[in-house]
């Protein structure tokens, strides 16, 4: 069966491109940048090579190119002239460009070769804050508007699993602990969204912290059994779809009355399902954190 995904009405070129549909229009009857196809049934679409030429024409006219000068270009130096602009100034879009394509194409190939390329240029936190965050957000809207399906979320997000486990297995082989502090990592009862803990993991081994990551779907009172062996434990979860909201704050005070009953354990938490807590509620010995990069920049802070 083949699994690629080769064409797309106006409405996926807007959500894959952020270019309005109007603006497609305008380009296309006005600069002739793109040729829509028709169905047998007289329905309007883009191709693959559609949908990569709006991207680099995107790219292009994001780093200064009006468009009237883009549609004189052949199309086929466009690709090239974008490689030459990504090389001389920052790559991020065009990166984040080449990843979706390597998603819609589930090309394996296409995602290694560049993450290779950024991996030359840049430090591994560095790609993940500034390529990864940013895709895996969009990923996350392309899903939710039917754009994309499930398959292709898990295929790359299989794909960066990858690069963190690779990262933090090379940090581990090389840490010295450099303090007293114990990090155990986990996410609740039905939570299966990894991804970001995965990587807080990597920065927690990078800073010289001992780090225990245990992952997806741990009950509360499997935690206990950790404070037999590990004094100064801060326990650090991500909270994307479980607890839900109405359950939230049960869940909390659970975790309080079971787990912090010393002053030398804690539990810091990340994830959208915390933006409707109220502080006030929040049991002592636990803290909020908006981002990764804050919850880094504390780990720093202590370190």
Known sequence: MNNIKDRFSIKDL???TGIKA?????????????EPK????????YDLESFQKLLNVSYL???GYKISK????ESQQIPQLVREIATETNIESHAINAFK?????????????TYDSLYNEKSFEDIFYDIFIPLLTEIGLLWQTNTITPAHEHFVSTLIRQKILISTEKLQSQQIIKSNKTFVLYLPDNEIHELGLMFINHEIVRLGYRSIFLGQSIPITSLLELKNYYDNIIFVSYFTIKPEKENLLNYLNEFSDLILKSS???LWMLGRMLNSLESD?????????????????ELQTNA
Do not use: G
């Open 264 to 266: 030398n354990t804690n």
């Open 61 to 63: 006219n994001n780093n």
């Open 14 to 16: 807007e959500n894959l």
């Open 281 to 297: 509620l929040i049991p002592n010995n636990m803290r909020v954190f908006n981002t990764i990069k804050s919850l880094t920049k």
């Open 101 to 113: 394509l390597s998603m819609l194409n589930f090309d394996q190939a296409l995602f290694y070769k």
């Open 38 to 45: 028709r169905t047998e049934t007289n329905i309007r679409y």
């Open 70 to 73: 883009i549609a004189t270009i």
């Open 22 to 34: 109007h603006t497609i229009r305008i380009w296309e009857k006005r600069y002739n940048l793109l």
